[in-house]
């Protein structure tokens, strides 16, 4: 039977599932579906309600699981649920905390290399005096006078 959205009484919902109507009332009094009521006391099944029955008639008819383990069962997947819940919330933080880390690294980084340019950066280099030619020897068209070159660097 193809499902609309919106409630369902127990007697569609018994031929949904071809249960009959006891059985989806002892699946109530166990416990295990808890259906809206009326003002009149009608039961009134969501989609909710409904697929979780169907998760109990599968269990129940066609795995052989008593109404107990499908109990524990059911009680073992809200667990789980609520574990994977928790589990993706921390990783969605950590993934959080590790991004701002690594942009606050970065800024750190590219502050540290402009400042290690900036310290890097030659001074205009300053010609050291010419040696003066000795009285002796002058130079000839064939010596080359050699000119020393200091260069500054800011500590």
Do not use: C
Request: charged content about 35%.
């Amino acid at each position: 039977m193809k499902r609309r959205k919106g409630y369902y009484s127990i007697s569609v919902v018994a031929k949904m599932f071809d249960v009959h109507q006891q059985t989806i009332r002892l699946y109530e009094k166990e416990g295990l579906l808890t259906p809206h009521r009326t003002e009149g006391g009608t039961r009134l099944f969501s989609e909710e309600d409904v697929d979780k029955l169907e998760e109990i008639i599968h269990l129940t008819h066609k795995l052989g699981v008593n109404i107990a383990g499908v109990e524990m069962i059911l009680r073992l997947q809200r667990k789980i649920k609520k574990m994977q819940d928790d589990m993706n919330k921390a990783f969605e933080q950590a993934q959080n905390q590790f991004g701002e880390e690594t942009e606050a690294l970065k800024l750190e980084a590219t502050k540290n290399a402009t400042k290690l340019l900036s310290l890097k950066k030659p001074r205009t280099p300053t010609p050291l005096p010419k040696p003066k030619p000795k009285t002796e020897e002058a130079p000839t068209s064939t010596d080359e006078v050699v000119e020393e070159w200091k260069v500054e660097y800011d500590e």
